[in-house]
């Protein structure tokens, strides 16, 4: 495991890493900002780390975007037009409804599948990053965190709906009901469709963004380990939110409780140093809010729903069009789910702290 420090005699720089926030580390900073006055800028430190052979973070961050976004594009110009040759296909055989559905979920595994490759291939090219430090460790603690994980979305989403029919503020309209065409075809689609989610939404904003922000971060000025966890994670989260601004029926509210549940989501990556209860997390939480109970989705009507809901409450309070995660009822679910992450990494792992992994990679051909 390397920290991302530069090397003896280089200015700090942007998004730049020093040593370790520990009890000593603050004192070293110090002499090696001492040590380094008065010694002339070496403009290539700015954006090349030599000591670890890779580009400064705020770089790879920014090659990593544009890196996803060509790859979207190529997307759209050579694939995305063949998906409706394929559907014209499709509904000789299927039928009009079912062709629909198995169109939109190939076209989401194809998607999701095209994110997580390229997040993989920048983490390998440009961070030189190992598997494993995206927080994909996949040993036992790594199962048994993802089926917390797991259990806690599907929790939590169980402990809203009933909340809300309890207080009349969602009413059952029916069961086992499809936007279009059966319920099955639909089911499963929406299960493709969260399970995919689940995994690149946290591998890109906790696995990359948040990491390499902290990494960057780390020791930069008076800033220390805690300080440059606790900035990744709020700014991580914000971009979160903002990604979700444009979704349907979004307001400034479920813009903020997006980005507060991105903080939650984040929660169990940043005290352990995997993706496991965030993926786990991510995955029910939709699931069980959209194919399940039939709530919007971050203002998606969802393809199929377990249960048929019609929503009678407060706006305010329930989230209205956009589901929950717009009122405060979600609110207080992500708070609920964030003290049970603590509790559990509590009781799993014997203290509560920032896991180091977060900050210090685990680099590749370190030569």
Known sequence: MISEREPEGEPSAAFAAAEPDDE??????????????????????????????????????????????????GFGLLVAPSLGAVRVALVGFLGTAVADVAIVTVAQAAVGTLFVLVVLLAGLLLDRRRLSDFGFRFDRDWWVDFGFGLALGAAL???????????????????LRAASGAFLPGF??????????????????????????????????????RGAVAVALLLSSAVFGVLHANNPNATALSTF????????????????????????????????????????????????????????????????????????IGAAAIALGSLAIVGWVRWRYGAVRIDPEVTVPDLRRRG
């Open 24 to 73: 000593s580390g603050g004192h070293r900073s110090q002499v090696r900002r001492s040590r380094n006055a008065g010694m002339p800028l070496d403009p290539a430190s700015l954006v090349w780390n030599r000591d670890e052979r890779r580009l400064r973070a705020l770089w790879r961050i920014l090659a990593a975007i544009v890196l996803l976004a060509a790859s979207f594009v």
């Open 157 to 175: 989403m169980t402990l809203v709906f009933a909340a809300e029919l309890a207080l009349g503020w969602v009413r059952v309209t029916g069961t």
């Open 188 to 225: 499963v689609s929406a299960l493709a469709l969260f399970l995919f989610v689940g995994v690149y939404e946290e591998l890109f904003a906790r696995g990359y963004l948040l990491t390499n922000v902290a990494e960057g971060l780390d020791g930069f000025g008076p800033i220390g380990r």
């Open 257 to 328: 409780n997006i980005s507060l549940a991105g903080v939650f989501l984040a929660l169990g990556y940043v005290l352990t140093g995997e993706l496991s209860i965030p993926i786990g997390l991510h995955i029910t939480w939709n699931f069980f809010q959209g194919a399940v109970y039939g709530f919007p989705v971050s203002g998606l009507a969802p393809f199929a729903t377990v249960v048929a809901v019609e929503q009678r409450g407060p706006d305010l309070v329930t989230g209205g069009e956009f589901g929950p995660e717009a009122g405060f």
